[in-house]
């Protein structure tokens, strides 16, 4: 690549950056509308937050608590993530492929949900294991951290439907 012009190594990288933000853009665009139409309640209440996230609200028993919960979970928990980062990966060079196959990406965001409900499950699993034994203190936090990720998503939706889409109405 030192070979090249300095011009064409700046348009390369450009290029790069423009392929990546269309992939982002594409994969939050499906990930959105899937929330939007058809989710259910329960689905958007399904998602636990990372326990670096849980570590950060809870006092320092619960801590404890959750760190030996983690490390009982822990290969369970990576069986799911790492299956699921392949499939977000194989994803990505799908939406990257030419000439496009649509069948190929709808295969591949297939493989994706799958991935997704089996870690939301393991999570799930890890969860029900934490809860009991957290003080009442810890799972109020908990709550509260749940109630307010569902809230702050809950209102991102309200703001784009209050939108007028482009085109529209002029």
């Given at each position: 690549m030192s070979q090249l012009p300095r011009i064409f190594r700046i348009l390369l990288l450009v290029s790069l950056a423009f392929n990546i933000g269309l992939g982002a853009a594409l994969i939050s665009l499906h990930?959105?509308?899937r929330d939007a139409y058809g989710a259910s309640e329960g689905k958007r209440w399904a998602?636990?937050?990372d326990p670096?996230?849980?570590a950060r609200i809870l006092g320092e028993p619960d801590r404890v608590v959750l760190?030996?919960?983690i490390?009982?979970?822990?290969q369970q928990l990576r069986e799911h993530f790492r299956p699921l980062g392949?499939?977000?990966?194989?994803?990505s060079a799908v939406l990257r492929q030419e000439p496009f196959d649509p069948a190929a990406l709808e295969q591949a965001f297939a493989k994706v949900r799958i991935g997704e409900t089996e870690t939301a499950e393991a999570m799930h699993r890890f969860m029900l294991d934490l809860a009991p034994k957290l003080s009442p203190e810890g799972r109020q936090r908990i709550a509260a951290l749940l109630e307010k990720r569902h809230r702050h998503r809950r209102e991102r939706g309200r703001e784009g439907q209050n939108e007028a889409p482009a085109g529209k109405g002029e």
């Open positions: 990930l959105h509308a998602r636990i937050p670096r996230a849980l760190r030996t919960v490390a009982t979970h822990q392949l499939a977000r990966r194989e994803m």
